[in-house]
């Protein structure tokens, strides 16, 4: 009678302790699901549209001759030209940069009597020569690199590429963005805050997208996944984006 007894009580206490920790185990879940749920998240935004203030043109040129050394006379005299050219016309010493001198052997194709290729056979060298302006005066620049005619009119063979365009001050620029559109996902859940009668909580996690410079007034078409780096535009626009997420009690 006593085994009995005592086997029952023992039942009674396991089925209470199961039935306590199924409810323990209820209002966990219950809480976690409700904690993990209650939040609010709002993406920021800010922009600004600013001009570039450093320039780079880079351009190169070429001398071909029979002999290395007549080739080397050429190149020598012609990048004299180009130096001469640009100090005259308002580039100071030291924003000129002269790359080393290049050289390769150039060759002629051999054909039979009926017009197949046979070999090839050396004629000559040809030397090139880069030249790279680093300026804070983009007018000044950006006119050398549209007008070399009068290079060209003294034998130069002169190549330009488009010029490029930074801006020196760009992490203060940054910056000043992340504020703003922290300030701004801030803004904006604070006004769901209070049109839904929500109290927010503690700031539970923050995003910083990533950082955009395009071209003025491109768009959103010439942002990249990663980050869009405009060097080709003088007027540029530079954005960010923040996401903030606010428990909310």
């Keep these: 009678m006593e085994k009995k007894r005592s086997g029952a009580l023992s039942a009674l206490i396991i089925g209470l302790c ?5 409810v323990c185990l209820a209002y966990g879940l ?17 922009s600004v549209d600013f001009e570039s203030d450093i320039i780079i043109w880079r351009g190169s040129f070429d001398a071909t001759a029979v002999t290395s050394q007549e080739a080397y006379t050429k190149i020598k005299s012609d990048a004299d030209l180009v130096k001469g050219y640009l100090l005259k016309n308002g580039i100071s010493e030291s924003e000129v940069i002269f790359s080393s001198v290049d050289i390769s052997k150039t060759y002629h194709s051999i054909y039979d009597e009926f017009g197949n290729y046979v070999s090839s056979e050396e004629d000559g060298y040809q030397l090139s020569q880069g030249v790279t302006i680093t300026s804070s005066n983009l007018d000044t620049v950006e006119k050398i690199s549209r007008d070399i005619s009068s290079l060209l009119d003294e034998g130069v063979e002169l190549t330009s590429w488009s010029p490029e365009y930074y801006y020196s001050d760009l992490d203060a620029l940054k910056l000043d963005l992340i504020d703003k559109a922290s300030q701004n996902a801030k803004e904006r859940i604070d006004i769901m805050a209070e049109n839904t009668d929500a109290t927010l909580g503690k700031l539970k996690s923050s995003n910083l997208g990533v950082f955009q410079i395009t071209a003025k007034n491109s768009g959103t ?11 080709s535009s003088r007027y540029k626009t530079a ?11």
């Design 18 to 22: 199961v039935v306590a920790s199924c």
């Design 30 to 46: 219950s809480h976690f699901r409700s904690e993990s749920t209650h939040e609010m998240t709002a993406t920021g935004s800010a």
């Design 221 to 231: 078409g010439s942002y990249s996944y990663d980050g869009a780096f405009d060097t």
């Design 239 to 249: 954005s960010i984006t923040v996401k903030l997420s606010y428990d909310v009690k």
